[in-house]
């Protein structure tokens, strides 16, 4: 993926967690692509990224529409996530990760210090993070051998804020959203270590324990949805009928 389609991904992932759209608005290319002042290809291709994600759906008659969640299904996929992590974690520690996979992994972790310790993270940095984000967990996933897992998770990264990186929003300001960020890239220091060592069941408490953050914020939303709206208006998708 390149950078400026990254960054387009991040901008349109970020409106539609901001509230910026409501269930069943038509997202045309166009005028998507002059309001974040890029061109259509890179809008297309995060659409079709976004498509995957499960956080729009295809409109009759072509292009896509927003879709609206129910706090179930969400949930759901975040907590079926972290135990196919977990476990894939797990396995590569116990099976012993090659060198080479460890200086890749290493390097994402090298990444995602340089952004996220800067004084003040802008988007650009925001991007770079989750490109680090999405290829420190596929590295694992991969790395681990077992197929079926990534098919699992392919499946599952198809379901709305459940694929790695979904979940990862500006907060309500830039800085909460940069500890935020420090707090979770601590834990991919942590499950390096725990693969390092051969640590199988520490790293997949890890990788169980990573997403944890995200489920405990839907709940919070879900237990005050006023507040929940006012700090993250993406809450504005969710069904929230559809208990946990």
Request: proline content about 4%; overall charge negative.
């Given at each position: 993926m390149d950078s400026q389609q990254s960054r387009v991904l991040v901008q349109l992932r970020d409106m539609i967690l901001k509230g910026e759209f409501v269930p069943g608005e038509r997202l045309a290319e166009v005028p998507l692509a002059e309001k974040l002042g890029a061109s259509r290809t890179p809008v297309r291709l995060a659409l079709t990224s976004l498509e995957h994600e499960g956080l729009i759906e295809s409109a009759p008659g072509g292009g896509y529409r927003m879709r609206q969640f129910t706090a179930r299904?969400?949930?759901d996929a975040i907590r079926l996530r972290g135990l196919i992590e977990g476990f894939a974690a797990r396995l590569l520690a116990e099976q012993?990760?090659?060198r080479q996979l460890l200086r890749e992994l290493q390097e994402c972790l090298d990444d995602g210090d340089r952004v996220v310790y800067k004084a003040q993270m802008d988007l650009?940095?925001?991007a770079a993070y989750v490109e680090m984000n999405d290829r420190f967990h596929r590295l694992i996933l991969e790395g681990c051998g077992n197929v079926m897992l990534t098919r699992m998770l392919e499946l599952l990264v198809g379901q709305p804020?459940?694929?790695p990186?979904?979940?990862l929003p500006m907060q309500s300001n830039m800085?909460?959203?940069?500890q935020w960020m420090q707090h979770a890239h601590r834990t991919h220091h942590?499950?390096?270590q725990?693969?390092?060592r051969g640590q199988g069941y520490r790293a997949q408490a890890l990788g169980e324990e990573h997403v944890e953050i995200a489920r405990m914020n839907l709940e919070y939303a879900l237990e005050k949805p006023e507040l929940a709206v006012e700090l993250m208006p993406s809450m504005r998708l969710v069904d929230t009928k559809g208990r946990l």
């Amino acid at each position: 993926m390149d950078s400026q389609q990254s960054r387009v991904l991040v901008q349109l992932r970020d409106m539609i967690l901001k509230g910026e759209f409501v269930p069943g608005e038509r997202l045309a290319e166009v005028p998507l692509a002059e309001k974040l002042g890029a061109s259509r290809t890179p809008v297309r291709l995060a659409l079709t990224s976004l498509e995957h994600e499960g956080l729009i759906e295809s409109a009759p008659g072509g292009g896509y529409r927003m879709r609206q969640f129910t706090a179930r299904e969400i949930a759901d996929a975040i907590r079926l996530r972290g135990l196919i992590e977990g476990f894939a974690a797990r396995l590569l520690a116990e099976q012993g990760a090659p060198r080479q996979l460890l200086r890749e992994l290493q390097e994402c972790l090298d990444d995602g210090d340089r952004v996220v310790y800067k004084a003040q993270m802008d988007l650009d940095d925001y991007a770079a993070y989750v490109e680090m984000n999405d290829r420190f967990h596929r590295l694992i996933l991969e790395g681990c051998g077992n197929v079926m897992l990534t098919r699992m998770l392919e499946l599952l990264v198809g379901q709305p804020f459940a694929a790695p990186s979904a979940m990862l929003p500006m907060q309500s300001n830039m800085e909460e959203g940069q500890q935020w960020m420090q707090h979770a890239h601590r834990t991919h220091h942590a499950i390096f270590q725990a693969i390092e060592r051969g640590q199988g069941y520490r790293a997949q408490a890890l990788g169980e324990e990573h997403v944890e953050i995200a489920r405990m914020n839907l709940e919070y939303a879900l237990e005050k949805p006023e507040l929940a709206v006012e700090l993250m208006p993406s809450m504005r998708l969710v069904d929230t009928k559809g208990r946990l």
